[in-house]
């Protein structure tokens, strides 16, 4: 059974989703709940040090729920350090595929900012943003990161 907490962030309002030991999801969300639950207290921990400035790297127990593609996917956007960004191109040429199916994988990313599909740009601008807010939220997360486009 799944555990929920609300968070606000710089970003908009945000409910993360624990199930088995790991985060599932993060979602913009304006639903209001409360959990104890020890993922979901230290993912909140973590989202507010990284909205503080104070933390880089991520170091929680994920699960997101995709195909093996997306799996694939979402592993090499995690390996994009905070402050740089990749092109959709470059995602694909790394693991053999085309730059529209990594951007439709961005897009169906359950756990946006720890997995990081806001690192993740198009050839020609920002690209796309599934979060609340699209392309003004993306922004707004490479700007946190210092990335200056």
């Not at 799944?2 to 979602?27: K, Y």
Request: charged residues 20%.
């Amino acid at each position: 059974m799944s555990q929920r907490l609300s968070l606000q962030s710089p970003v908009g309002p945000l409910l993360l989703e624990e199930a088995g030991g790991a985060l599932v999801s993060i979602a913009w969300s304006p639903e209001r709940s409360a959990s104890n639950d020890p993922v979901l207290i230290e993912t909140a921990r973590q989202l507010e040090a990284y909205f503080a400035g104070r933390l880089r790297d991520f170091d929680l127990p994920l699960r997101p729920a995709g195909s093996s593609f997306e799996q694939q996917v979402w592993t090499h956007m995690r390996a994009i350090p905070f402050g740089q960004t990749r092109r959709y191109g470059e995602l694909a040429a790394a693991i053999g595929s085309a730059a529209r199916a990594v951007g439709r994988a961005c897009g169906h990313n359950p756990i946006p900012i720890v997995i990081p599909c806001h690192r993740v740009l198009a050839r020609s601008g920002l690209g796309g943003y599934s979060g609340s807010g699209g392309l003004e939220t993306k922004h707004a997360l490479l700007r946190l990161e210092g990335v200056l486009l």
